[in-house]
């Protein structure tokens, strides 16, 4: 038994502080270019020491996600030019609060690029074990309340790792499986306030995506994932009030 149980990981506070500064600047509340408080302020704001502070701004700045400009200040950088894959990192496991209207479309986009090809694919390499199971989740789905938040969440994200699967192409599903925790935080939100008639659309989404796999059309299999991941989009802008 104790082998099956890993030790509980106690967040440090320079990492509580990292999540919180990531978060401020996944959200758009830190713009690029912005200047943070000092250190001193910070250390205040956040109830911590300034010892802890200037270490999460070390590796805020490893990141990418800051510059330290000595006697200058600390300022929020442009993280396509300076980042790399240890932001991606930061991304891919942040689940609270909104992202930016520019973040939240960039990962629609690229959701885009990887789950339309999916179901594309899935239309001509799936098997019938396979379909089998994408119409157990939908089924499944379809059967939940609106107050079985977190079963349905993973019951979305099932469906698309699925169509991902079915693809037959090894590395879509590695790259959902990436996204799960973002995937969780975007689903999360939009079941948890979306309409009774909105959450249908999706569900009818999911029947018809099915229907078009089954009958081996690929491009409609592709419009149709088109078609529902701008249509999360659209109302997740819409419910975190940042219309387009």
């Known amino acids: ?11 440090s ?5 990292i999540q919180k500064l990531e978060a401020l600047i996944l959200s758009g509340t830190l713009e690029i270019g912005q200047r943070l408080p000092s250190e001193r302020q910070l250390a205040e704001m956040l109830d ?6 200037h270490q999460a701004l070390v590796e805020l700045a490893a990141k990418g996600l800051i510059e330290i400009r000595p006697r200058k200040g600390v300022y929020v950088n442009d993280y396509r030019l300076s980042g ?25 986009q690229a959701r885009l690029l990887i789950e339309v090809k999916a179901a594309e694919l899935a239309a001509s390499n ?17 059967q939940l309340s609106q107050d079985d938040l977190e079963e349905i969440v993973e019951l979305d994200f099932h469906f698309h790792l699925w169509v991902a699967v079915t693809s037959a192409n090894l590395i879509y599903p590695l790259l959902l499986n990436s996204l799960k925790n973002v995937h969780a935080n975007l689903a999360g939100r939009f079941y948890q306030h979306a309409s009774p008639a909105m959450i249908q ?31 999360g989009e659209k109302h997740l802008l819409r419910l975190n009030g940042k219309e387009a």
Request: proline share 4%.
């Open 1 to 11: 038994m104790e082998n099956l149980l890993d030790p509980v990981k106690v967040q």
């Open 13 to 17: 506070l320079p990492e509580a502080c």
């Open 48 to 53: 911590v020491s300034r010892p802890v502070v």
């Open 84 to 108: 790399s894959t240890a932001i991606l990192d930061s991304l891919f496991r942040y689940q609270e609060g909104d992202f930016s209207p520019n973040l939240l479309h960039s990962l629609i």
């Open 126 to 142: 799936y098997t019938l074990a396979q379909l089998y199971q994408l119409r157990c989740i939908h089924e499944s789905q379809t």
């Open 201 to 231: 659309e999706v569900f009818d989404f999911h029947e018809k995506l099915i229907q078009a796999i089954e009958a081996h059309n690929a491009e409609l299999a592709a419009r149709i994932m088109t078609e529902m991941l701008e249509h």
